[in-house]
């Protein structure tokens, strides 16, 4: 029985040698001085010929089971030693993932364009079609045609850029766009028109060249209410469900009823404030019932049709929404406040 | 305009809270907002100057005696419009003025025991010229702040919108306020007799003057006004001058009704109203020369022009201390004649305001006898003489409101019981008929009120817009158009969004300077009025506008500049909407980062190549895969790093790099590209226009792509190396490969070498594909012998070997 103990003690060596072993050469190496063509278990299988038959079994037996325990462990071993050889090796080219990032930085949006595009879609939503018109207009369509004729006080309202062309003016408010609409396309008409226009106004608040998105709803049985209505809708979509409206009777030469329509001040919330000039109300746009004279002027029949028509400045409601506190901001086009704006 | 309540209150009985009366004003169409008449301030009394006398020892006072008719004060003043026998008000010891409280001071040798007061320091303008005299007529001893309703009065200041011309007065806010709170306006007339005995000689000679007439008023006496008339003037915003002129100022704001007094001793001959000669030259009381027209309206005389008609009265017959006799006109002119020559000559009177919103010409005669009665009262004139010529007279129009009207318009059922209760609130006679009302237009609202839906606009703002309960209605579907070319430009935007460029809004108006500095000829088309020089040329390319952009980053030391606009350009017959990039500097201002064997930088530069890549991306991303670029020739690019974009032979764009001697002008990075897109044209016709030389029309028209076969063959790949000489285009070879071999499906560029002899080498890297059949080998290279002799052939190429 003395190659059984041979064996077990071989067991315990080796067994104890791998343990210690960290590299895979040294695995190699040991691997061969165990199970080698010369290594110490071929050994003691060759001199199992010298062993009484009765125990040959057992101890072949024996060997070959410690022989299959020492290949299960090398492999073992083999694959810890290189996981931790890969793992260092990963280790080793770790990334500082707080480094900056190498792509294009995405770009900002300018607040009042974007402001532009969210108020011309969700009227696109509702169904209203976009129309566009120049910005260098005939003077019959930005003011005879919309009820405000020559020598008249309402074209005070609008203090007008002219331009080096006869009959033509910078546009004072995309209202033409109705006009140019009116005059190519029959009714049913919903169109919304955003655009850029152009006032004389020298002064802080003011900007020479501003945006305006007009509305025009023609139909039969297009009422006030209804008009009440969209704009409700379109109040509460921008500024939250539970923004306080107001319509104040006013006027405006191509509509008739007039409104100015009022919100509660989103800054002061209606208790009054520098924005509100403490009314707790900010006048956020202009609207009313298309004047018949308008509707005379595109032929439109006026005991058919109704129709309203709304406009609003951008850029008065991109301020109030972003709270930027002075229009010529806007125009600056400096990058750091460009920027702040980015993905609103 | 300025009103205070307490005038208001003597044309309707109301003891509403001047607030609500406010609130319901702007509720029914009259912006209002609503102030208290000063605060009461204690230790205020009235008192009497008795002596006035040039500070001995200190320039520019005035030693003065005051009395309360008890007690004599001693006063030290600095207001050089101190006099004798005026009734100022003095702040005791003890009052508060302007957060300082008054005690005695030494001036020199004298000491004054308070303070006379200006209304600046009362808190009732931003700035005064000297102190309020309340004139000789004003009691003395009394608490000056109860004297002034300091704290007590509220004014009304209302912004009327154009057509409410009715509203400019007291009158007519009281009647727009009884009809608010259904009240009963109440009507004082004067009492006058004219005499007949010296009718003065008027003639209208123009069309325009609807209404004349003029009262001759003898033996005036120009004095102050009484303290009566003054306070409310000043209550009014508005400055006492002397009786004569008070009065007429104070009718115009009570009535709406503008008057002008002339002194009648310097009118030489008869009056006429009439035309203006062209050329006449005319002074004014704001002294200024005005060269008139025609088409203006002014009073003369035989000799000369007396006033601008409805507008301004002349220096030349101005009533003054010394005037004895007025001539007292009251007119009505024509609103748009008034507005047309206000506007040319720049002048804005209350007088021509009224004018032009228009003025209620039947009560002409009421507002001008309660002018005579004043004038009667307070300067002792006696009226001699008369004439009145009313040449067109108003008829009131009648105008009928059917109730369906009204509902069709509001969508409201407002009966006509309730429209007729409405109307005649508004002093609109008004009856009821079957289908509705029928009202007659009274003369204040003939401007107005012409048409049936001005009605609806009455009633609907009396009944009050805002209650009117919303209606949700449904966009007709037959009205629904794809917004195309919105979704086209929303698109564009988003691209550059996403591809780092940051969105920038200029003006479409610019300098001419920006466009010599440039070597571009300046646009045509220019703003006339314009309020800045550098901001009156209609720009027709977005590069002069994005260049500034540069060049306001640079000032804050914002050097990596990438932007872009979609904005318009203007030409003569159009406008272009153009998308137009900027970019200068790096994209990514980076690091370096060296580790062992690895190393790599994150900086990168723009440059021409990724410019390039940038617009063509674009491009692509609308499905505009094949386009073409040419050398472009234009004064501010380098001509040899810049090019023309064309699709379909379309030019439709540029971009390139700045040229260096440009940007060193213009100070301005040499790596700076710009480049711009022709998107739409914008026709100012009514017809679109649809011409070809833009990417949304090219976009519309361009075919939907259809299914392609997947290749069932694998490629076989080639790897091809020509000598060509160094200005050899690499995009004519590649082009030229796929056009000359069917079978190369796929040219990829992968190494360019300058030889150094004037050659250069280019590889590429060619696919072969058959659609039916695998390509051998020996297929293959015949294939590509085939091409390379074709190449050889028709380009100045040779296979490198
Ligand atoms: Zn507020």
Redesign the interface.
């Known amino acids: 029985m003395e190659l059984k103990k041979e064996l077990e003690a071989l067991k315990g060596d080796y067994e104890k040698k791998f343990e210690e072993i960290n590299n895979l050469q040294e695995l190699q190496k040991l691997k061969a001085e165990l199970l080698g063509k010369k290594g110490k278990i071929t050994q003691v299988l060759k001199n199992l010929k010298n062993v009484p038959p009765e125990e040959r079994k057992e101890i072949g037996k024996l060997a070959n089971q410690i022989k299959q325990f020492f290949e299960d462990l090398i492999k073992a071993k083999e694959q810890s030693i290189k996981d931790k050889l890969l793992e260092e090796e990963l280790k080793k080219?770790q990334i500082d993932i707080t480094?900056?990032?190498?792509?294009?930085?995405?770009?900002?949006?300018?607040v009042?364009?974007e402001t532009l595009?969210e108020i011309?879609d969700i009227f696109?939503t509702?169904?209203?079609?976009?129309a566009?018109?120049?910005?260098?207009?005939?003077e019959e369509y930005n003011f005879d045609m919309l009820n405000i004729p020559?020598?008249?006080?309402?074209r005070?309202?609008q203090d007008t850029?002219?331009?080096?062309?006869e009959g033509?003016v910078?546009r004072t408010h995309t209202s033409p766009v109705q006009i140019?609409t009116m005059?190519?396309?029959k009714?049913?008409?919903?169109?919304v028109a955003p655009g850029?226009v152009y006032r004389?106004d020298?002064d802080p608040t003011h900007s020479?060249?501003f945006h305006q998105i007009e509305g025009l709803?023609v139909?039969e049985?297009?009422?006030?209410?209804?008009l009440?209505?969209?704009l409700?809708?379109f109040l509460e979509t921008v500024f939250g469900e539970n923004i306080s409206i107001?319509?104040?009777?006013?006027?405006f030469p191509f509509t008739?009823?007039?409104?100015e329509v009022d919100i509660g001040c989103t800054v002061c919330g209606g208790e009054g404030c520098r924005v509100c000039k403490s009314t707790g109300w900010l006048e956020i746009l202009g609207a009313g019932?298309v004047?018949?004279n308008v509707f005379e002027a595109v032929g439109i029949d006026t005991e058919k049709y109704?129709g309203f028509a709304f406009g609003l400045g951008i850029e008065r409601i991109a301020m109030l929404k972003y709270r930027i506190p002075d229009i010529r901001l806007?125009?600056?086009?400096?990058?750091?406040f460009?920027?702040q704006f980015k993905g609103i | 305009m300025k009103v205070p309540y307490s005038w208001i209150k003597e044309f309707v009985d109301i003891e509403e809270d001047p607030n609500i009366v406010a609130e319901r004003l702007?509720?029914?169409?009259l912006?209002t907002t609503v102030e208290k008449f000063g605060e009461y301030i204690p230790n205020l009394i009235t008192v009497r100057i008795t002596s006035v006398k040039k500070h001995p020892e200190k320039d520019k006072l005035f030693v003065c005696e005051a009395t309360d008719g008890q007690k004599t004060y001693q006063i030290i003043t600095g207001a050089d419009n101190v006099k004798e026998n005026q009734v100022v008000i003095l702040a005791k010891e003890g009052a508060v003025i302007k957060g300082q409280e008054i005690k005695p001071v030494k001036f020199g040798s004298f000491e004054s025991e308070g303070m006379f007061l200006s209304l600046e320091e009362l808190g009732l303008e931003d700035e005064s010229e000297g102190i309020l005299l309340l004139g000789e007529d004003a009691p003395i001893g009394v608490d000056a702040s109860k004297l002034l309703n300091l704290g007590e009065d509220y004014i009304f200041e209302v912004e009327i919108?154009?057509?409410?011309g009715d509203a400019l007065s007291v009158k007519g806010l009281a009647r727009e306020i009884a009809a608010i709170f259904n009240k009963k306006r109440k009507e004082i007339n004067p009492n006058v007799s004219i005499g007949k005995e010296k009718n003065p000689q008027i003639s209208v000679e123009t069309e325009k003057v609807n209404r004349y007439r003029g009262i001759v008023i003898e033996n005036v006496e120009v004095k102050d006004s009484p303290f009566e008339i003054k306070l409310k003037l000043i209550k009014s915003g508005q400055k006492p001058i002397n009786n004569v002129v008070d009065i007429t100022n104070y009718i115009l704001l009570q009535e709406g009704q503008p008057l002008h007094a002339f002194d009648l001793d310097k009118i030489e001959g008869q009056i006429h109203v009439r035309n203006a000669k062209e050329g006449e030259v005319f002074v004014a009381l704001d002294g200024n020369e005005y060269n008139l027209k025609e088409t203006d309206i002014v009073i003369a005389d035989d000799k000369k022009v007396l006033a601008l008609g409805g507008i301004i009265g002349g220096e030349n017959s101005k009533v003054d201390e010394n005037t004895k006799h007025v001539l007292l006109e009251a007119a009505h002119f024509e609103?748009?004649?008034i507005?047309?020559t206000a506007?040319r000559l720049g002048i804005n009177t209350e007088s021509s305001y009224r004018f032009?919103?228009g003025v209620d010409i039947e009560s002409l005669p009421l507002a001008q006898d309660k002018a005579v009665e004043l004038i009667e009262k307070i300067a002792s004139g006696k009226p001699v003489g008369e004439k009145e010529i009313y040449q067109n007279v108003y008829t009131p129009k009648t105008i009928k409101l059917r109730e369906k009207t009204t509902k069709?318009?509001?969508?409201?059922n407002i009966p006509k019981e309730e429209a007729c209760e409405i109307l005649n609130r508004l002093e609109i006679p008004t009856q009821e008929v079957e289908d509705g009302t029928v009202s007659q237009i009274p003369a204040f609202r003939a401007y107005d009120l012409q048409?049936e839906?001005?009605l609806?606009?009455e009633v609907?703002?009396l009944k009050g817009?805002?209650n009117?309960?919303?209606?949700?209605?449904?966009?007709?579907?037959?009205?629904?158009?794809?917004?195309e070319?919105?979704m086209f430009e929303?698109k564009t935007?988003q691209f550059?969004?996403?591809?780092?460029?940051?969105?920038?809004?200029?003006?479409?108006?610019v300098g001419e300077e920006i466009y010599n500095k440039l070597g571009l000829t300046p646009p045509?088309?220019?703003?006339?009025?314009?309020?800045l020089k550098s901001?009156s040329v209609?720009r027709d390319n977005l590069t002069v506008s994005l260049i500034?952009?540069l060049k306001?980053?640079l000032r804050?030391q914002?050097k990596d500049?990438?932007?872009?606009e979609i904005?318009?350009a203007?030409f003569?017959d159009?406008?272009e909407i153009r998308a137009g990039i900027l970019v200068s500097g790096k994209?990514?201002d980076?690091?370096r980062?060296t580790?062992e064997k690895?190393t790599f930088s994150?900086d990168?530069q723009w440059d021409f190549l990724k410019v390039k890549g940038l617009l063509l991306s674009y491009l692509a991303s609308l499905g505009f895969k094949d386009a073409e670029l040419q050398s472009a020739d234009l004064p501010f690019l380098n001509r040899y790093e810049s090019a023309d974009i064309f699709i379909d032979g379309k030019n439709v764009g540029f971009f390139g790099k700045v040229h260096p001697k440009k940007a060193e002008e213009l100070k301005i990075p040499k790596n700076t590209y710009v480049g711009e897109l022709k998107l739409k044209p914008?026709?100012?016709e009514?017809q679109p226009l649809e011409k070809e030389d833009y990417l949304f029309t090219l976009y519309k028209r361009r075919k939907t792509p259809a299914f392609q076969p997947l290749p069932k063959f694998p490629p076989v790949k080639r790897d091809l190396a020509f000598e060509v000489p160094e200005d050899f285009e690499v995009g004519k070879l590649i082009h030229e490969i796929k056009n000359s071999c069917k079978f190369a499906k796929k040219v990829k560029l992968f190494d360019v070498y300058y030889l150094g002899n004037g050659k250069k080498s280019v590889a590429v890297s060619v696919e072969f594909n058959a659609d039916d059949r695998n390509l051998s080998d020996e297929e293959v290279n015949s294939i590509v012998e085939e091409l390379i002799k074709e190449l050889e052939e028709r380009l100045d190429v040779k296979l490198r070997t």
């Open positions: 080219s480094l900056p990032p190498f792509w294009i930085e995405a770009g900002a949006p300018h009042v364009k595009k011309t696109v509702m169904g209203f079609s976009v566009e018109g120049p910005e260098v207009e005939r020559k020598d008249h006080p309402a005070d309202m850029f002219f331009i080096n062309k033509y910078l140019r005059l190519t396309k009714p049913p008409i919903a169109i850029r004389k020298a020479p060249m709803f139909d049985n297009v009422t006030f209410k209804d009440k209505g969209i409700k809708k107001r319509l104040r009777p006013s006027y008739e009823p007039s409104v019932m004047d018949p109704t806007l125009f600056t086009n400096d990058l750091r460009n920027t | 702007n509720e029914t169409g912006e919108t154009p057509n409410r609103p748009s004649a507005r047309k506007k032009e919103r069709r318009v509001l969508g409201e048409r839906i001005d609806v606009e609907g703002r817009l805002n009117l309960e919303e209606t949700y209605p449904a966009v007709p579907t037959l009205s629904y158009e794809k917004p070319w919105y929303q935007r550059f969004l996403d591809n780092g460029l940051n969105e920038v809004l200029t003006y479409t108006f045509n088309l220019r703003i006339v009025n314009y309020i901001q209609m500034d952009v306001e980053n804050h914002t500049v990438a932007v872009f904005s318009s203007f003569d159009l406008e994209i990514i980076g690091y980062y580790k690895t994150t990168l914008v026709s100012r009514l």
